[in-house]
């Protein structure tokens, strides 16, 4: 008996020693109030501890998630007010009326190369966390919007934009951090600040490109011609965007991560797992592997595609648009041109900037209360295309005239765009989306150069082609409002 009594003791203690060795590999867990589980040293169960113990807004992680978004949106807006100046002074046209071909093409290199990537930094920022591809995003928008506005040659502009939209992805990796830095009642507002920072983006941006573009030749006593700024006259907005950039950048050392990352063995993986099993209802359990086998493709959602098909033509739309207005408000008035100077159409652009950003925020709400987000569309579409149609005639129109007339215009224009498809389906749409944006601006920049080689043609003259294909894409974009 006393043998037995002491294998009995040591295969005891060998138990004891197994479990402690199991219990050790097994990272530090700690239980919440409602049964979820935290894991020692994983910086997104962190997140979520801070979450829990502070119920209130978390302001200083939105001040990431505002100034992060501000980021991606300045070198897009700043860009169209000195477009066409840039192209003029490459010398890469022979002719004024090939200005807007070439220039389509730089506008569209950026979307280019955000839509070959931006599913994969989605994929990395799953992967490896939000922070590295949000720091990685800051750095491209510092070295490459830098070298874009010290391009001295076309193919250099294009090399430069490209890469910067295609190293740049920040926009969905940010939508995803902004929902996970707050609890669950505070993720409209969180995701209100991107629309926001984007809305300010454009204000902002334009008003960088109008004014600050060719220094030496607007601020004669401040910048020499033969100073830096002299030599590169698109250099000082690309600079303000990218010191700004790199002070977004610093302050990311302080950007708490949200992704889980719970380092764990095989067996310790089990453990977890076995330790949260009895949370889990068993007939909740059966109801998940039965929805997850019956689930259908997304391409086969046809509500959904549908939501993204009208997205991406009013998206398409919306970028052909811009880079047509900013070609047609500065080109000479002898092509149907408006012959604005860079700051009197950066000048609009901001104007037209800060109105959607008020739209958004006070009046599109309780539009889309009353109305319902596809009869607006519909409504907004059918107002737009009047509005295109008058644009050719205002070049009739000068001086304080031709400004207000324009202003309201593109006022109008910009704040009656449909709105409501862009939190559909974010990861595919976003996709879609910027295929569509690439297109846009190469497309809008041949057409308007084919349009400005007949002026004096039958059939819708000169840039009255221009807005007239405008309306037939928001003309299938209300159609397909119906579908």
């Known amino acids: 008996s006393s043998e037995t009594a002491a294998v009995n003791m040591a295969e005891q203690d060998r138990n004891g020693r197994e479990a402690a060795a199991a219990e050790s590999s ?29 119920p209130g807004i978390p302001y200083g992680t939105f001040i990431y998630v505002w100034t992060v978004t501000l980021c991606t949106a300045l070198p897009i807006s700043s860009l169209f007010p000195f477009l066409y100046f840039m192209i003029r002074d490459l010398h890469v046209a022979k002719r004024t009326e090939d200005i807007g071909f070439y220039a389509g093409f730089v506008g569209a290199s950026f979307m280019f190369g955000r839509c070959l990537t931006s599913t994969l930094w989605g994929i990395a920022a799953d992967r490896i966390g939000r922070k590295p591809v949000v720091v990685f995003g800051i750095l491209s928008v510092v070295i490459f919007n830098t070298l874009f506005g010290l391009s001295v040659t076309y193919w250099m502009a294009i090399a430069t934009r490209f890469l910067l939209g295609a190293l740049n992805g920040l926009l969905g990796p940010m939508k995803a951090y902004a929902i996970e830095v707050c ?13 926001t920072a984007w809305g300010i983006g454009l204000i902002i941006g334009p008003a960088l490109g109008g004014y600050l573009a060719l220094p030496a030749e607007k601020y004669p006593n401040i910048f020499s011609p033969d100073s830096l700024f002299g030599r590169f ?24 991560e949200t992704l889980h990352k719970h380092k764990v063995s095989d067996d310790g993986n089990q453990s977890v797992e076995a330790l949260e099993a009895h949370l889990i209802d ?46 047609w408000a500065e080109s000479d008035r002898k092509y149907g041109g408006l012959s604005l100077s860079s700051e009197d159409v950066g000048q609009t652009l901001a104007i037209t900037g800060a109105s959607l950003l008020v739209y958004q925020l006070f009046m599109y709400p309780s539009i889309i209360k009353v109305l319902g987000p596809i009869k607006s569309s519909q409504i907004a579409a059918v107002l737009c295309i009047p509005i295109l ?37 974010n990861g595919l749409a976003m996709t879609g989306m910027s295929f569509f944006k690439a297109i846009a601006p190469a497309g ?40």
């Open 233 to 256: 006259p698109y250099f000082l907005p690309c600079l303000c965007t990218s010191v700004f950039a790199a002070i977004v950048l610093i302050s990311c050392i302080w950007m708490p």
């Open 444 to 483: 809008a920049g041949i057409v308007f150069s084919w349009a400005q080689k007949r002026q004096h043609a039958f059939f819708f003259p000169g840039d009255q082609m221009v807005f007239f294909l405008l309306n037939i894409i928001e003309l299938l974009g209300l159609v397909l409002t119906f579908r």
């Open 282 to 327: 068993p007939k909740e359990e059966v109801g998940q592997s039965n929805s997850s086998n019956t689930k259908k493709s997304l391409f086969k959602n046809w509500p959904l595609m549908s939501s993204i098909i009208v997205y991406c033509v009013f998206s398409f739309h919306d970028m052909a648009y811009t880079e047509v207005f900013s070609l």
């Open 389 to 425: 149609f008058a644009y050719p005639y205002m070049t009739y129109l000068s001086g304080p005239g031709l400004s207000i007339v324009l202003n309201i215009a593109s006022v109008i224009k910009n704040n009656l765009g449909p709105q409501n498809q862009r939190g559909a389906a």
């Open 26 to 54: 097994v990272p530090l867990l700690e239980k919440k109030a409602d049964g979820v589980l935290y894991v020692e040293g994983c910086p997104g169960c962190a997140v979520d501890r801070r979450k829990a113990a502070n």
């Open 183 to 195: 609890r669950p009642e505070h993720e409209p507002l969180a995701l209100s600040l991107v629309s």
